[in-house]
């Protein structure tokens, strides 16, 4: 053969003979019978290759559900979810109303300093000329809120010819909302002399400024000095000065008007001074009470009820509450 001579083996001349078994099918995990196969002849010998064949076992295997790691991300990130974008629109209202709210302080403080070194200046001739009513001081601080609040915020008076002359005293009453209404109050022009907590005198140039224009100041929680300042009050109106009351005492937290309470209504009883009734609206959503780093976009109403006059000052805490809360009502503003 040409092949066995390339490879370096002789022909053979003879074979034995191989017979095949006849046996059943060995099971599917046993080992087969061994099969005899013949690879070459060399020097009248045979190479025996004996090879057993051993089918793979049928051993049940379970197959792991492989999960993705980016699919796993994205279930998580799917399942937090993303800010939609009313959202997103939310907070940069938010960042935009601080901004706005740093630079209403910023002028503010800016207009203040100036403004409160001319209050210094004639200061003497108002303490010698206008002592109690201070006109000059009142028509500087209205220059200044309304240098502080056109800038940030549109408002509007209703109910002008409701006020007083500039010279009748009186007892201003008012809802209170934000902190933003003693700035919208001062633009009215009138000399009253609102009641401010006594912490707040010791602020650097609103403090003093405030002391200045003849601020009455107030420990709240004092019994004494709920009773001093309201004599001062009654001192004040009965020498021709006018005097402002928020009646509910503090800041609406919800925004909705409060009980009045008395204490300025017992002032006009007894000085028989009419009581002017002032609804504010706005305000409150301008700068949310508790939220004063902010200055939201708005605007802002003022709306002059009728003088009220009585002896009785029950009657006109009634009165003066009802007026302020038709309106309020009338515009979609609650009431407690």
Known sequence: MVTGSLLGLKPCTSLPSITPLNRPPAPRNALSSPVTAVS??????????????CPKPAIPI??????????VVRSEIAAAGFPDDAASSLSEFQLVSRIRGICFYFVTAVSAIFLFAVMVVVHPCVVLFDRHRRRAHHLIAKIW????IVPFYKFEFEGMDNLPPQDTPAVYVSNHQSFLDIYTLLTLGRSFKFISKRSIFLFPIIGWAMFLMGVIPLRRMDSRSQLDCLKRCMELVKKGASVFFFPEGTRSKDGKLGAFKKGAFSVASKTGVPVVPITLMGTGKVMPAGEECMINSGSVKVVIHKPLDGKDADKLCNEARDSIAQTLLLHGYGVH
Do not use: E, I, P
């Open 62 to 71: 379970r197959k792991q559900t492989t999960v993705r790691r980016d699919t």
């Open 40 to 53: 070459g002849c060399r020097n009248n010998q045979f190479n025996w290759n004996l090879r057993f064949h």
């Open 145 to 148: 809120a309304t240098m502080t």
